[in-house]
């Protein structure tokens, strides 16, 4: 089963749910008759071989016990739980990562099953829903994260920290940018009662910082824009956090501008068709008050 380009992960059940393992993993040993999901997207041509070499006896670290922790990684797993159903995101932070995909150590939710929590690329984000991410072990202390949050309205939600190895002087903060409001992870869970269905990112940021912030800090660049290869539409994510209408304008590669609307923020992910437009390189622009973001974009 594939899900983005660059993506070679495995899936696995833990006794609760099906989560992701990648290169950001220290060891595992899979146990025999325990069966797994593979996803790569050279599913078609390659073949996956568990070689004689690759047997050995242990009785620790396997899928479903805990792992031994290396002390030259740090690890943060954020969680969701809500109507007795609890499920994390996993943020890794090793040495020779980046902010953008990284081939076998980033890997996307599971198909197969809810997934009410996980993280999106810090940089160069296409909209692929993540499990497991890793950055750079050196940047940990100057990190923010997009976090996406899937919860039903008037039901209790509460975002708590489920397994942290970072160093005690890293802060883990939530940020709110709906309410202008920081939670400090490591010391108080973050518990909401949404009015109204929580999708997708734009709202909730995790801040992984050497200083203490407050709700008076500015906060992030909330918007976000997209396109997936699969889809006939551009998706806008971000509109619930701002207090001004956002103007959108799509130009093709030679500047003339093909496309402009204006989106209100009564819904926080919104879409644009792109039925009718040529295949091509084009550009969007959307602005709303002070903020403003400019993409490039592949049509397909």
Do not use: C
């Amino acid at each position: 089963m594939g899900f983005s380009a660059g993506e070679d992960v495995v899936y696995y059940w833990d006794g609760d749910s099906y989560a992701t393992y990648s290169n950001s993993d220290t060891a595992k040993y899979i146990a025999p008759g325990q069966g797994f999901f593979i996803s790569s997207e050279n599913a078609s041509g390659s073949s996956v071989v568990l070689a004689t070499s690759m047997q050995t006896h242990a009785t620790t670290d396997d899928f479903i016990q805990g792992d031994a922790m290396d002390p030259d990684r740090a690890e943060l797993f954020i969680s969701l739980h809500q109507n007795d159903l609890q499920r994390q995101t996993k943020l890794f932070f090793l040495e020779n990562m980046t902010d953008d995909l990284d081939s076998t150590y980033d890997g996307a939710v599971f198909g197969m099953q809810d997934n009410p929590i996980y993280s999106r690329l810090v940089s160069n984000d296409v909209g692929i829903d993540l499990s497991t991410q890793a950055l750079l072990f050196s940047e940990i202390n100057d990190k923010v994260i997009p976090l996406g949050i899937n919860a039903e309205a008037g039901e209790e939600a509460i975002i708590s920290i489920s397994h942290n190895t970072t160093n005690p002087s890293t802060y883990v903060y939530l940020e709110d940018a709906l309410e202008g409001t920081f939670t400090n992870l490591k010391e108080t869970d973050f518990v909401i009662t949404p009015d109204s269905n929580l999708e997708g990112v734009g709202r909730f940021f995790i801040h992984t910082t050497a200083s203490t912030m407050s709700n008076e800090d500015a906060t992030t660049n909330l918007l976000n824009v997209f396109k997936l290869d699969r889809n006939n539409f551009i998706t806008v994510e971000g509109l619930s956090t701002e207090s001004n209408q956002t103007n959108l304008k799509l130009y093709n590669i030679l500047g003339k501008e093909i496309l402009s609307t204006t989106l209100l923020n009564n819904t926080n992910t919104q879409t644009i068709s792109t039925e009718g437009l040529s295949t091509g390189i084009y550009v969007i622009k959307l602005e709303s008050g002070n903020n403003l973001l400019t993409k490039k974009l592949i049509i397909k």
